[in-house]
Nanobody
């Protein structure tokens, strides 16, 4: 079992930055690939970023490449999403998720079997 709790969301102006955190509990966190997804109102879940268990494999969705950075601290059972140069279209509920396995570039949300409750990010123009 893995329990995930996101934090760090809020309201920010376009061009600003936010850092999201996802605290995990459970012994298997450190062996799992982790990911961030987001869902804007009326839209499907969108893949944002993924990081393998040791941080060696990192991959981003096209819409956030060059602006967002995913990282993890296994000693603290936490992953992060540093979001810079935020745009109004980044407005969404952001979710962290734990995958079934620890390796690979996992972009399909069906491969993630544990999810947090989400944190709202609102970017004003």
């Amino acid at each position: 079992q893995v329990q995930l709790v996101e934090s760090g969301g809020g309201l920010v102006q376009a061009g600003g930055s936010l850092r999201l955190s996802c605290a995990a509990s459970g012994r298997t966190f450190r062996s799992r690939t982790m990911g961030w997804f987001r869902q804007a109102p009326g839209k499907e879940h969108e893949f944002v970023a993924t990081i393998s268990w040791y941080g060696g494999t990192i991959y981003y969705g096209d819409s956030v490449k060059g602006r967002f950075t995913i990282s993890r601290d296994n000693a603290k059972n936490t992953i992060y999403l540093q979001m810079n140069s935020l745009k109004p279209e980044d407005t969404a509920v952001y979710y962290c998720a734990a995958a079934r396995i620890g390796e690979g570039k996992i972009v399909d949300r069906s491969e993630y079997n544990y999810w947090g409750q989400g944190t709202q990010v609102t970017v004003s123009s």
